[in-house]
């Protein structure tokens, strides 16, 4: 969908700021700032920060470049950024992901935001560009798009930046390769490797929100269902956690035999694509990986099938092939096109084989973003602080913030735990008979 360039909004001038912005519709702002305002509410941990952040102000003159999901809990990191005292520029990390009243509330509130629902592929670069362009101290990315860009496009502004943090598996998998090659430019931290991020995000957060999307798109009954997942990481493992508890019959494939073990000792069935495209309802994949469903697996599938993606990129269903066998297409509700093939069979893509849950829903709970958030926003801090100090490679959350983060989530929760006694610790040290 082409965005009519008049609603879009470049209001800096407006507003008299030495600020810029593009978003779909500004007056969508104060719909946009209850959403952020219902985020916080159930953001404790993010909230505990940035009270801490509006005191010490840790980031006072830092300018932070962001690519991430626009959303109502994207906005209360970005807003617990600007009250640690940093200047942010932000753009999405999908074209279809941005909630373009959220957009519009930050742009009001004088975020550097360039969003809107609906990017084509140039605007989506473009407006990436727009933030890599602000020559930023720190930069955060989910994908990898944001890293990629500067080290390709601006390596001057690239050689400048004190470090960098990285949201999802397919980023950090990226960052690895860029490490690897020897052209890593800055420090980078995998927030999504940390333990309260992936082990919550990734498979409760990915668990519920995927099918919330493929609820919302399609409204169809879940249960006695046969619902496929492609592949059993994190993600996947939530996935089928959840679809079983709607009542699906659920399928899993994989490429991994530790992780198929797995899934069988979880009591999921497993089988190849090929085999499972014969009798599945709903494809949902979760690899990472490209081409995971394919034309040899469309021309199998039932009469009715549908396509979900939860991967960060919409290469897991190929929607080429999908495009190439079919001889129409038509969007039937929002967030569902179908397919016809030649021998007549209909096939339903979900939100373009983008992410369902942030295309087709509100990607996840705000109680789970609580914690991704709070890590990168501890790491930004850490980053900060160690400026100069680190090597330009990969690194973990430290694992005291891994830990600060599950305790004050537990608090928020008002669960409290037990505590090792003196004993108890040196038992653990010990190893003598
Ligand atoms: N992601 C999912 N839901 C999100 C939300 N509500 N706001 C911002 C980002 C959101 C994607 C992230 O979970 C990222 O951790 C990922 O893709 O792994």
Excluded at 209 to 230: C, E
Aim: proline content about 3%; hydrophobic content about 45%; charged content about 25%.
């Amino acid at each position: 969908m082409r965005l009519n360039v008049f609603n879009i909004v470049n209001d800096s001038i407006l507003m008299g700021l030495q600020m810029e912005f593009r978003v779909k519709d500004l007056s969508l702002a104060p719909q946009g700032r209850k959403q952020i305002e219902w985020a916080r509410r159930n953001m404790p941990v993010l909230d505990l920060i940035r009270r801490e952040f509006e005191k010490s102000k840790p980031l006072k003159g830092v300018r932070i470049a962001a690519v991430l999901h626009v959303t109502k809990e994207t906005a209360v990191l970005v807003e617990t950024l600007k009250a640690g005292g940093a200047e942010v520029w932000l753009a999405a990390s999908n074209p279809l992901s941005t909630q373009d009243d959220v957009a519009a509330a930050l742009a009001e509130e004088g975020i550097n935001v360039f969003a809107w629902r609906g990017e084509t592929t140039d605007e989506y670069f473009w407006a990436i560009g727009k933030v890599a362009s602000s020559e930023p101290n720190v930069v955060i990315d989910d994908g990898g798009d944001l890293h990629a860009y500067l080290h390709e496009k601006l390596p001057n502004i690239a050689e400048r930046v004190w470090g960098g943090t990285e949201e999802t598996t397919t980023g950090v998998i990226r960052l690895k390769a860029m490490e690897r090659s020897g052209v890593l430019k800055y420090p980078v931290i995998a927030v999504n490797n940390a333990l309260t991020k992936y082990l919550f995000d990734n498979r409760y957060g990915t668990g519920q929100s995927t099918i919330d999307g493929i609820l919302r798109a399609t409204n169809t009954l879940l249960a006695g269902k046969v619902v496929v997942v492609a592949g059993y990481g994190w993600v996947g493992r939530g996935i089928a956690m959840r679809a079983r508890g709607m009542g699906a019959r659920v399928i899993v494939t994989e490429v991994d035999p530790i992780k198929a073990l797995e899934a069988v000792m979880d009591g999921f069935e497993v089988m190849p694509m090929k085999e499972a495209a014969k009798i599945g309802d709903i494809f949902i994949t979760a690899t990472g990986n490209i081409d995971v469903i394919t034309a040899e697996h469309f021309e199998l599938m039932k009469d009715g099938a549908m396509l979900a993606n939860a991967g960060h990129f919409n290469v897991e269903v190929s929607v080429s092939d999908l495009e190439k066998i079919a001889v129409s297409k038509r969007e039937v509700r929002p967030c569902v096109t179908e397919y016809t093939l030649r021998n007549g069979k209909k096939l339903y893509l979900l939100g373009e084989g983008r992410l369902v849950n942030l295309v087709c829903a509100e990607g996840h709970p705000s109680e789970v973003m609580d914690m991704s958030f709070a890590n990168q926003a501890l790491s930004v801090k850490y980053i900060v602080e160690n400026r100069g100090k680190l090597e330009r490679k990969v690194y973990n959350v430290p694992i005291e913030i891994d830990r600060m983060v599950a305790e004050l989530k537990l608090r928020s929760m008002n669960i409290s735990i037990d505590t090792l006694t003196e004993k108890q610790v040196k038992y653990l040290q010990s190893w003598k008979i």
